[in-house]
């Protein structure tokens, strides 16, 4: 595997998103890294490696469809831990099969889902920073602001994260495949709908999923991104990011 098709702006959106650390992160910077981190260069190849022989955009939605259902499986080491059993528990019960191993590879499926996601906006040039709180505002804000709106009120979103998370994530699974539908000859009022929906119901997840990593796994964006960012980036140098048909997103490691 080769980084040839990588070029000079891309390197510095990869290097400057991760100089930035958890703390000072922003979506603009995450959303510029993951995009240079798939980039297609001369030869057809992406710098990860063949993607299964699909178009970027498909390759993208196929994942995210992936990578949700992955936030409801059993794990595959420790069985006696159920994501679906997790998420759905409220956040002020103790789940009974906790353990340290499986609880890292159920976080590890919110920052690949986030991966896909903004990966997906940006094809359809979406910038997600201007709905999440601006252009600089970092993810540790970010996280911040929807643990406040979460507590507020009732703050039934705070101890009910997994059923917000799953609402959120429904509509937004029904924007991506309404921007994949025909738009009638010269609908440009239709394109830019669907575009606005795809990008409010993205930030609506995102915050969701924010909510969700605070309240039940003590971690958030920031945290869950930072690290994202970093694991890709370091598969890609080893060669583990595939196996021996393409892509290889399993988590390889406890």
């Known amino acids: 595997m080769s980084d040839s098709g990588r070029n000079e702006q891309q390197w510095r959106a990869i290097d400057t998103a991760l100089a930035a650390g958890a703390d000072c992160l922003t979506p603009d910077m995450y959303q510029c ?16 490696g063949p993607i299964e022989r699909v178009s970027p955009v498909r390759y993208m939605v196929k ?12 794990d595959q ?25 499986a609880i890292k590879r159920n976080i590890k499926e919110y920052g690949d889902l ?3 996601l903004f990966n997906i906006a940006a094809s359809h040039r979406i910038n997600l920073a201007e709905s999440l709180g601006g252009r600089t505002a970092t993810f540790r804000e ?27 994530a429904t509509e937004l699974l029904q924007a991506v ?13 239709l394109f830019l709908k669907r575009r606005d929906h795809l990008a409010q119901r993205a930030s ?7 909510v969700l990593l605070q309240s039940k796994f003590d971690t958030g964006l920031a945290d869950v991104l930072y690290g994202n960012l970093v694991k ?23």
Do not use: C
């Open 33 to 48: 890294a993951v995009v240079a981190q798939v980039q297609t260069d001369t030869a057809e190849r992406w710098p990860l």
């Open 63 to 74: 994942g995210l469809f992936e990578e949700y259902a992955e936030t409801f499986e059993r």
């Open 77 to 101: 080491i420790v069985p006696s831990y159920h994501r679906m059993a997790k998420l759905v528990l409220p956040s002020y019960l103790e789940y009974p099969f906790d353990e340290p191993g």
């Open 114 to 116: 986030s991966w896909y």
């Open 142 to 168: 970010i996280d911040t602001m929807a643990r406040t709106q979460a507590m507020e009120a009732s703050g039934l979103a705070w101890r009910l994260p997994g059923h917000n998370y799953v609402f959120h």
């Open 177 to 189: 495949v309404e921007m994949g539908e025909p738009l009638p000859a010269g609908n440009v009022e």
């Open 204 to 210: 609506n997840l995102l915050t969701a999923v924010s």
């Open 232 to 254: 890709v980036e370091e598969r890609a140098a080893t060669g583990t990011t595939l196996n021996a048909v393409g892509d290889d997103r399993e988590l390889r490691t406890a």
